[in-house]
């Protein structure tokens, strides 16, 4: 199933939005249309949804691929990563459903894409948001990851066709949480991510898929600690030099 093209000049045709969807009946809809205002293709990824999400988003203007099964936030996206890729999008931008990301706030992640140093990942990033614990946890991962971001978990994100490459490979289906895991991938790449500063609003309805437990977050947190262990940086060493033939007859 394609996205047919709009026959309106659009400054974004190269980008395919991509929402991954969970029970988002009540916000889906408004989010969609937002981004359709600004002359963006849509792809709903329903993600197993007990509720009308599909038919909410699919009324609102969206190309809807609905999962048999709860695939989780991450797997949903790369479906959407991967539906791009064989498509021919060159960029795809990635939001959440719950209201909290704003679509006007696209350009501006875009604009950072249009001068000579381009990076391959633009952050929607808004520090402000996060509690005490979510800042610690960001603070933690940040360092024991050798990650240069700040906001962690936003998932308001814009990847060109280098960072498509790496996200849509097989390595990438195995990540849990798509936060620490997705930019350690793109660090092991070699890849330039750039946050931008954005506004983000309280999500409208239902809550953090983490943080929203105490346990939740212990085992969020144990699961990413590894990760980043995991994929530490591995230091290059001088190789050894063997004696030569005159040097051990000495």
Not at 120 to 138: E, M, T
């Amino acid at each position: 199933m394609a996205i047919p093209r709009r026959r309106v000049t659009s400054p974004y045709s190269h980008c395919l939005t991509v929402i991954p969807a969970r029970n988002e009946e009540a916000t889906v809809g408004a989010v969609v249309r937002k981004v359709l205002a600004l002359g963006l293709d849509v792809l709903v990824i329903d993600d197993a949804s007990e509720d009308n999400t599909a038919s909410v988003a699919r009324q609102a203007g969206a190309l809807v691929l609905s999962a048999p099964i709860n695939l989780g936030a991450w797997v949903a996206t790369q479906t959407g990563i991967r539906y791009a890729i064989r498509s021919g999008y060159p960029y795809v931008i990635t939001l959440d459903a719950d209201g909290q990301h704003e679509p006007a706030d696209i350009p501006v992640l875009l604009e950072v894409f249009s001068g000579r140093n381009r990076p391959n990942v633009a952050i929607g990033s808004c520090v402000a948001r996060g509690s005490r614990l979510r800042r610690l946890a960001w603070s933690l991962f940040s360092v024991i990851g050798f990650l240069r971001v700040q906001d962690l978990t936003s998932g308001f994100r814009c990847y060109d066709s280098q960072a498509l490459g790496v996200l849509g490979r097989r390595e990438a289906t195995l990540l849990d949480y798509q936060d620490v895991g997705v930019l350690l991938l793109l660090r092991q790449a070699g890849l330039v991510v750039q946050e931008v500063e954005v506004s983000m609003s309280p999500r409208s309805s239902g809550r953090s898929r983490v943080f929203h437990s105490w346990s939740r977050v212990a085992s969020y947190m144990a699961y990413s600690t590894v990760l980043c262990l995991t994929k530490l940086p591995i230091p290059s060493r001088t190789r050894r030099r063997e004696p030569s033939g005159e040097d051990a007859s000495t």
